[in-house]
């Protein structure tokens, strides 16, 4: 929902980011939907700054319980529901 005016060609901003531009005029309290959004263009990727910094382990978790099983491989699974 908009908070306030957004002019024809406006940013539309959500969390700080700019998730598209008003291709109408969008009145306060009117809902943005993407019939009246233009989409951003997206970065080139190659251009985009690379991830260079290496980070240490975290230290390991200790108290947690893992409400899972383990297969005979090895790998585990969960469930999305509990037998009452």
Sequence with gaps: MA???IVEGG?????GEVI??????IAA??????QVLCMPKPPVLDNL????VKTSPGEP?????FAGF???DGCVG???WRRA
């Excluded at 598209?20 to 005029?25: D, E």
């Design 3 to 5: 908070l306030v005016d």
């Design 11 to 15: 940013e539309v901003v959500r969390y």
């Design 20 to 25: 598209g531009y008003a291709l109408k005029p």
């Design 29 to 34: 309290g009117s809902w943005v939907t993407v």
């Design 49 to 52: 700054p690379k991830a260079t």
């Design 61 to 65: 978790l200790q108290g947690y319980t």
């Design 70 to 72: 383990r297969n005979p």
């Design 78 to 80: 969960t469930c999305n």
